[in-house]
Each structure stands twice: as structure tokens, then as C-alpha cells.
């Protein structure tokens, strides 16, 4: 056996027919981890349902139908390999809570793979003002996710043209632009996700495209495929250093056992875990499980936060209280102060103490939470410092947390606790 290779996720984004679902089922499909028997019994389903042209999408689809029904499906078959990595898509778009998972998830997507549909009309439909293309792009650059490769599908409908891809890679360069990307650091990959060109093997049909190449700080790199590009990814540094954060997902009792909290380890192991002397009526989800020796948790008196409003049909004003998804909680906050709009890019302020602020729009809210809350700042524990705010059944704004004013309120102290505080 060989050395494991290193892991990075990806998520891919995009506008909703610009051929995701094709793109990653087709990688999952040639490099991944769907078992050739299970291959097989899609292939039949789709022969006998008279798509026998066998889209790759119905792999994904079938995926995520089984998803959607609340079946666990095995993770591997959202896993593929490149020469380098072992890479997993951490959700897969089209999914109705695609946003909210994105924020709250806890697995940080390493890159973002940008699909780009390239046929005449689409492109302009996906990159238009309320095109998705633009809020899925703004909200990995707001989470943090700072690796960017851009496909663009469909070039079997533009008879491969070498124009029609210059014209998109101009556009979409001056649009990442806006978002916060630097075009020079992106790779740009015409590919069919259907036909195959360029996913994982060059092309004959486009003999004028020489390749993708890209600029980094650890350097240059170039290929042609988008398996290339996913292999250039830059491996990601992972906090297993930082003190222990655990957001519970659910508390259970099971007979004889006593109270199991439920809950996520960072690398995305499932652990269930029991307290001694602790009741199923003092804790519940969305508390959060740390040392009490190393930086312990603390609940959250208030905290300021970089807001970016995503789709509110109205203004936003002081004692506005929508519900917040941040972690496994889920908690009414109200923003007790909005202290100054700013530049999204570079967070500079453009007014102090707006009266409103809406859609587009980026601020610096000072939040209070309705209930014992435990939120963290961005820079210190990602998956603990950025939420959606959750409005009329939809994401409104989303948002990092820049610092907390931490609260310790008298708890209750087990006798265990007690006696590891005095061994101290």
C-alpha cells in the first residue's frame, strides 16, 4: 500500500443548469467511488427508462435522491481521486439548503469549482444580476474559501469555440474580480462534462487551447484538464493543533447507559460520546463541548459581525431578530447596532451607523443572541464563526463573526469537574 494520499474538499457552484450535476457525476463516475456493481444498476435503470445515453448526472441524481430521503448514503460515493489527492465534494449543489450547508457544514471547502455554462444565452442568464452564479461565488469568498477554478461546460454546444471561451474567460475574470478573486491565481478550463472533453483527458477538439496556467504565491502551475487543475489545488493546512471544539448535533438517552451527546470531530468523524452525572434536560444541540482546561468554551454575551445581505426584499434596520444557523445552533439573534457599512472587499467603511442597510449591501453588526449561544470568532475557529441568517424560509445574509465578548455565567459543575479543577 501506498502513502495515503492528502485529502481537500471541493464544492462546486454555479448557475442552475450550467451542468454540475453532469460535471461531478462524470468525476465521480471515472475516478471515484462508486463501485463498478452500482454503476451497473444505474446504467440498467437508465437504459430501461430510455436514457440510455447514459447522462452522468443520473449517477448524481440517484445520489442524491437517496440523500434527499434522509439516507445516509456512504460518503465514498461523494469522493474521487487525482494523482495528488483524495478529494470530496462536500455538497452537492441543486440541493434545497445548498447555502445554509455551505455556512454551517463543517468541513471548509479547500477550492471552489466554478461551472460556467458556456452556450449562447446561458452564460449571460447565470452571471446576470439575480443569476446564482454571483451568490455562490460571493459566498465562498466570504467563507473563506480562497481557491478558485473555473470551468466552463458546455463548449460542445459553442462547436468549441475559441472566441466564445476568450469572450466568457474576460467576463467571468472581471466578475471574480468584483467578488474578491484575483483572475491570475484561477485556472480556466473549457470542458464538456457530458462529452468529456477536457475533464480528465486533453481534447482533440479544441486545438487552439494550449492550456490553463495559473500564479500563486508557491508559484506557477499548468495543465490542461480539469483533473489537472483539482490535482494543482494548494494542500490546505488543517487546525489539529487548535483546542477541542465539538457543536453537539444530538443528545439521546439510551437505558442503561445515561445521556449520549452526539456530535462532529473536526476531520468529520461521527462520535457519540457520555457525561456521568449530566441530564438529557442540560444540554441540547447546538451546545458546544471543549477542554476546560484549554481555552474552554464560553457562552457569547454579543459579538460583532461582518454581515453581507443576499436576498432581503426590504431594509434591514436596528432590532431586526432573525434566526441565525451558525454550527448545529440555531438561535434568534438581534442586531442590536448596526455600526457602519462597508466595502465588501476590502471592509472599509463607507458610512458609520446607517439607518438601514439591504440587499448587496455589507455592514458591521453588533448581535445579541436570544438564548445561550456559543459562537466564535472566524479567525480563530472557522467552523464556529460563520452563520446564516435565516429569513421568510430563505438564506437572507450571511455572515463571519470578527470578535465575541465572551460571558461566563455560573453552571451547573459536576463533581468530576470538580475534582479535575483541584488535580490542576
Not at 454555479?14 to 446504467?43: A, M, N, P, Q
Not at 483527458?201 to 502551475?221: D, F, L, V
Request: net charge positive; charged share 25%; aromatic share 6%.
Amino acid at each position: 500500500m501506498g502513502k495515503e494520499k492528502a485529502h481537500v474538499n471541493v464544492v462546486v457552484i454555479g448557475h442552475v443548469d450550467s451542468g454540475k450535476s453532469t460535471t461531478t457525476g462524470h468525476l465521480i463516475y471515472k475516478c471515484g467511488g462508486i463501485d463498478k456493481r452500482t454503476v451497473e444498476k444505474f446504467e440498467k435503470e437508465a437504459a430501461e427508462l430510455g436514457k440510455g445515453s447514459f447522462k452522468y448526472a443520473w449517477v448524481l441524481d440517484k445520489l442524491k435522491a437517496e440523500r434527499e430521503r434522509g439516507i445516509t448514503i456512504d460518503i465514498a460515493l461523494w469522493k474521487f481521486e487525482t494523482p495528488k489527492y483524495m478529494v470530496t465534494v462536500i455538497d452537492a449543489p441543486g440541493h434545497r439548503d445548498f447555502i445554509k450547508n455551505m455556512i454551517t457544514g463543517t468541513s471548509q471547502a479547500d477550492c471552489a469549482i466554478l461551472i460556467i455554462a458556456g452556450g449562447t444565452g446561458e452564460f449571460e442568464a447565470g452571471i446576470s444580476k439575480d443569476g446564482q452564479t454571483r451568490e455562490h461565488a460571493l459566498l465562498a469568498f466570504t467563507l473563506g474559501v480562497r481557491q478558485l477554478i473555473v470551468a466552463v461546460n458546455k463548449m460542445d454546444t459553442t462547436k468549441y469555440s475559441e472566441d466564445r471561451f476568450n469572450e466568457i474567460v474576460k467576463e467571468t475574470s472581471n466578475f471574480i474580480k468584483k467578488v474578491g478573486y484575483n483572475p491570475k491565481t484561477v485556472a480556466f478550463v473549457p470542458i464538456s462534462g457530458w462529452h468529456g472533453d477536457n475533464m480528465i483527458e486533453p481534447t482533440t477538439q479544441m486545438a487552439w487551447y494550449k492550456g490553463w496556467e495559473k500564479e500563486t504565491k508557491a508559484g506557477k502551475s499548468s495543465g490542461k484538464t480539469l483533473l489537472d487543475a483539482i490535482d494543482a489545488i494548494e494542500p490546505p493546512s488543517r487546525p489539529t493543533d487548535k483546542p477541542l471544539r465539538l457543536p453537539l448535533q444530538d443528545v439521546y438517552k439510551i437505558g442503561g447507559i445515561g445521556t449520549v451527546p452526539v456530535g462532529r470531530v473536526e476531520t468529520g468523524v461521527n462520535v457519540g460520546f457520555n457525561v456521568k452525572n449530566v441530564s438529557v434536560k442540560d444540554i441540547r444541540r447546538g451546545n458546544v463541548c471543549s477542554d476546560s482546561k484549554n481555552d474552554p468554551a464560553m457562552e457569547a454575551a454579543d459579538f460583532l459581525a461582518q454581515v453581507i445581505v443576499m436576498n432581503h426584499p426590504g431594509q434591514i434596520g436596528n432590532g431586526y431578530a432573525p434566526v441565525l444557523d451558525c454550527h448545529t445552533a440555531h438561535i434568534a439573534c438581534k442586531f442590536s447596532e448596526i455600526t457602519e457599512k462597508i466595502d465588501r472587499r476590502t471592509g472599509k467603511a463607507i458610512e458609520t451607523n446607517p439607518k438601514f442597510i439591504k440587499s448587496g449591501d455589507a455592514a458591521m453588526v453588533r448581535m445579541v443572541p436570544t438564548k445561550p449561544m456559543c459562537v466564535e470568532s472566524f479567525q480563530e475557529y472557522p467552523p464556529l464563526g460563520r452563520f446564516a441568517v435565516r429569513d421568510m424560509r430563505q438564506t437572507v445574509a450571511v455572515g463571519v463573526v470578527k470578535s465575541v465578548t465572551k460571558t461566563s455565567k455560573g453552571g451547573k459543575t459536576t463533581k468530576a469537574a470538580e475534582k479535575a479543577s483541584k488535580k490542576k
